[in-house]
């Protein structure tokens, strides 16, 4: 408006510009210098509290450094100090988006140092919940997902249908994010009334949900331009780089844990694992989508064929595995979840590491975004789904 | 609070029956390992057994691949397996070749995860553990050396990019170094933290005073 007011004498402004050679001053006016620039911790798109530090030339990445460890509370230091069945509630709080899969995995290693086996209606119950929870933590990447790339409504969406997923954890357990659902041997607490009831109802709730979410990105224009070709990175290098999970599946490599060394029972479900081809931000998206649908297919044949019967192993009261070590990993929502354990016999774990899907996958980063302008290293930080709780540990 | 009320309970019975009708099913845990035939050796060479009531004991694991490598570098490596897993012993001189034919000759493509273990009481106070799959196997092995407290051991990114990470990882949370790492800095903790905090000498309560004092300008982190 200002700008306006000025026109009558904005011939002298005119004149004085063109009286400027503006070839011979475009080189000193344009730094064509590296820029360096701080992206976090204090960032609402890395989903926590993650530092990229990123080399740019203008709006191009030419390359990425990641700093991390703001949330390191030294899980692995702790579990050598806690008894076994005292550290289990502590690999709640590495994925806290997928708090009943990291319980899975702790259970059913310390279980195989201990040779013992959680009895069959254990084994349901648990592939129930951690199903569920696949589902929950998918939902809740596709909303903080779509929030970074500027899509909003899938975030209320998700998040409100996310909730019926959480009232079942709550009702069963008490707890709505950090579970403690399993113990070493088995589940400690019975369904409750109503359980399978509820179970089903939330899929026949949650099937057209999918749909919904789908209506709104599935061939959404924007959607499209955002994701497509972003984040490139072939299956071959996902190997390279240790990346498991959805990104390793998109990129075209047929790779799940549950199918590829069962744990639990997952060798009595029927369920596909869906592949990408392009390994973008497109096909991770449309893989997610697909395994929330697998997940369902699963729960629902676990809920039918819920057998009867105890729900705790024969476990000891004091757990003291033998010495020995085990390692042991299962398909987290976010990849390959795996524990080292090592056990002198005593009971306290000797070691306890923890192999984070969410840490080595954060390593690829760096090559996805290479090349790439800024506003896309924020649709790769949320496509690779990482959560900074388990990164850190 | 629906009203289908299912009897929790099991009838005592079924409990009794539970236990072997489980039995199969750590079998059907095992076939994800079906290149390794583990057992056939057990009465082999280690007569350790028969004395240790107490737990199971890792038996001596053979398979083609190891036989190979056994007549090529001999005592230098020691397979065995434990509840079904296979891992090599390796000696410390032999890492960086047996790694690489794990890799390039025995299709180990995916390194799982690399990390290691402090025993303060042992000369060679450290095992270095590395964590490898195969997709075209589809079969795990774990590769062990033991070290002492300041050697270092050579950096394995050249065979798999992802040991980036995971090296700096071993370095900041036990300070062993990896030779021809080209960032070989702390991950996790800060830079100018002193201390290694997964040894077993370093305790639970313990922090570098000085770092905290000066750069979080509090008394105490505790």
């Not at chain 1, 081809?277 to 998206?285: H, K, P, S, V, W």
């Not at chain 1, 984070?356 to 760096?366: E, I, K, T």
């Amino acid at each position: 408006m200002s700008d306006r007011k000025h026109d009558s004498t904005s011939d002298v402004s005119v004149h004085s510009l063109a009286n400027l050679d503006l070839e011979a001053h475009e080189r000193p006016y344009l730094d064509s210098n590296e820029l360096i620039i701080n992206m976090g911790p204090q960032h609402p798109a890395t989903h926590g509290v993650l530092r990229v530090i990123l080399k740019l030339d203008g709006e191009k990445v030419l390359g990425t450094e990641c700093v991390i460890g703001y949330l390191h509370r030294g899980v692995e230091k702790i579990a050598e100090n806690r008894t076994y069945a005292m550290f289990n509630p502590y690999v709640d709080r590495m994925d806290y988006c997928a708090a009943v899969s990291n319980g899975l995995g702790y259970c059913e290693a310390v279980e195989k140092l201990l040779n013992v086996e959680a009895p069959p209606r254990a084994q349901y119950i648990r592939v129930i919940l951690t199903e569920l929870n696949r589902i929950a933590s998918h939902q809740l990447w596709l909303g903080t997902h779509a929030l970074d790339i500027g899509a909003m409504t899938p975030l209320f969406y998700t998040f409100r249908d996310r909730e019926e997923i959480l009232k079942i954890f709550e009702r069963y357990c008490g707890a709505r994010l950090t579970t403690h659902a399993f113990r070493i041997g088995g589940c400690q607490y019975e369904t409750y009334a109503g359980f399978e009831k509820d179970v089903k109802n939330f899929l026949t709730f949650f099937a057209p949900k999918i749909d919904e979410y789908e209506a709104l990105l599935t061939t959404n224009r924007i959607w499209l331009e955002r994701t497509r070709n972003v984040g490139v990175i072939s299956g071959p290098d996902c190997i390279a780089l240790g990346v498991t999970g959805p990104v390793l599946r998109a990129s075209g490599v047929k790779w799940d844990v549950r199918k590829a060394q069962p744990y639990a029972n997952y060798s009595k479900f029927d369920f596909e694992i869906p592949v990408g081809t392009n390994g973008d931000t497109y096909d991770r998206y449309l893989v997610r989508i697909a395994e929330m649908r697998q997940s369902m297919r699963i729960i629902e044949q676990a809920v039918n064929g819920i057998p009867e019967g105890p729900i705790m192993g024969k476990v000891p009261k004091v757990i003291k595995p033998p010495v020995g070590e085990i390692y042991h990993s299962i398909e987290a929502p976010k990849g390959e979840l795996g524990y080292f354990i090592v056990s002198d016999g005593s009971t306290q774990p000797y070691r306890v590491r923890v192999r984070p899907p969410s840490f080595v996958n954060l390593q690829a980063l760096d090559l996805m975004v290479r090349g790439a302008l800024v506003a896309d290293v924020v649709a790769v930080i949320g496509t690779i789904d990482i959560v900074l709780g388990e990164v850190d540990r | 609070m629906a009203e289908e009320v299912k009897t929790p309970t099991p009838p005592p019975p079924e409990g009794e029956k539970k236990p072997t009708a489980e039995k199969p099913a750590p079998a059907s845990v095992e076939p994800a390992k079906p290149a390794v035939p583990a057992k056939p050796a057990a009465p082999a060479a280690k007569p350790a057994a028969p004395a240790k009531p107490a737990g199971p004991v890792p038996l001596p694991w053979t398979s083609p691949m190891v036989e190979k490598y056994r007549s090529q570098y001999g005592s230098g490596l020691e397979p065995l397996t434990y509840l079904g897993q296979n891992y090599l012993n390796v000696d410390r001189s032999l890492i960086p070749d047996i790694l690489r034919l794990l890799r390039d000759e025995e299709q180990f493509d995916y390194c799982v995860d690399i990390t290691a273990v402090h025993y303060p009481k042992r000369e060679k106070q450290f095992d270095v553990v590395w964590i490898l799959y195969s997709f075209p196997r589809n079969e795990r092995v774990r590769v062990k050396t033991q070290i002492t407290d300041g050697a270092s051991i050579p950096s394995s990114i050249a065979i798999w990019p992802t040991a980036n990470w995971l090296e700096r990882e071993v370095y900041d949370m036990f300070g062993i170094k990896f030779d021809g790492h080209p960032d070989l800095k702390r991950i996790l903790l800060p830079d100018g933290w002193k201390g290694y905090p997964l040894r077993k000498d370093y305790g639970i309560l313990q922090q570098d005073k000085e770092w905290v004092q000066i750069n979080l300008g509090i008394e105490s982190g505790q």
